[in-house]
């Protein structure tokens, strides 16, 4: 349910970073068991929303142990798909998923997301999932994202969002900072990791005021799709031609 952020040199990365490695071997078993299963529907959506071309280059940011990238390529296998984490652990685990079930596996990097080792227009879309709470600065981020794409590509963003309902905030406000430290205490092997997680959402934007800050960095046609009464939402911006 979270991939690993990539941000600049700094306290709260050096800190995300270390946590991540520790959980790298559960990770995948805990993001199903935290979710039911319902993460994997949620990441087909945001591809679909992305909608890229065929045999276009594709960006997975923060790509953790390679859930998008691999949904990716099973939902296109004419897709070239470059995922990128600054976790090497989180990466290990993406490179050996890749070489078991592809036989030409995608490429993974170890980069920052604030200073992408691209060209400017390189690639025809652009995902990140459950990690851009977790930057440092989210302007920055969006920024650079917007650079490496070319005219007219799409950046989809899923993560965490805070429903609009006030009842429904409140009961999923119980589960995500009540239940899921306990889960990710027990499944995952660090209760602080998965504690840390949902305070990040504390002081993250609602989807209305995300999407005002893609505009801002700007994305055009920005818009967000709320899943699960907005527990939920996938974010899209395009590329001015």
């Known amino acids: 349910m979270h991939s690993v952020p990539t941000t600049c040199s700094s306290a709260k990365s050096i800190h995300v970073r270390e946590m991540f490695a520790r959980i790298a071997p559960r990770y995948d078993t805990t993001n199903r068991v935290l979710t039911a299963g319902l993460d994997e529907g949620w990441r087909r959506r945001a591809i679909a929303l992305l909608a890229p071309p065929e045999g276009g280059r594709v960006l997975d940011l923060c790509c953790g142990t390679g859930d998008v990238v691999f949904h990716l390529l099973r939902t296109d296998p004419t897709l070239r798909v470059t995922g990128i984490d600054f976790c090497p652990p989180m990466l290990e685990e993406a490179r050996a998923r890749a070489e078991r079930e592809?036989?030409?596996?995608?490429?993974?990097?170890?980069?920052?997301?604030?200073?992408?080792?691209?060209?400017?227009?390189?690639?025809?879309?652009?995902?990140?999932?459950?990690?851009?709470?977790?930057?440092?600065?989210?302007?920055?981020?969006?920024?650079?994202?917007?650079?490496?794409?070319?005219?007219?590509?799409?950046?989809?963003?899923?993560?965490?969002?805070?429903?609009?309902?006030?009842?429904?905030?409140?009961?999923?406000?119980?589960?995500?900072?009540?239940?899921?430290?306990?889960?990710?205490?027990?499944?995952?092997?660090?209760?602080?990791?998965?504690?840390?997680?949902?305070?990040?959402?504390?002081?993250?934007?609602?989807?209305?005021?995300?999407?005002?800050?893609?505009?801002?960095?700007?994305?055009?046609?920005?818009?967000?799709?709320?899943?699960?009464?907005?527990?939920?939402?996938?974010?899209?911006?395009?590329?001015?031609?």
């Open 102 to 241: 592809f036989h030409d596996p995608p490429e993974f990097v170890e980069a920052d997301v604030t200073e992408l080792p691209f060209e400017t227009g390189t690639f025809d879309g652009a995902t990140m999932a459950f990690s851009l709470r977790n930057v440092v600065d989210i302007d920055d981020v969006l920024r650079e994202v917007l650079r490496v794409l070319r005219p007219g590509a799409r950046f989809v963003n899923l993560d965490v969002g805070k429903p609009p309902n006030r009842l429904w905030r409140r009961l999923f406000g119980f589960y995500f900072y009540g239940i899921v430290p306990l889960i990710g205490g027990l499944v995952g092997g660090s209760r602080q990791a998965y504690a840390y997680l949902p305070s990040s959402l504390t002081h993250h934007p609602d989807a209305p005021h995300l999407r005002e800050r893609f505009e801002r960095a700007g994305f055009e046609q920005a818009r967000y799709v709320p899943l699960m009464g907005g527990a939920i939402a996938v974010h899209i911006g395009t590329k001015p031609a």
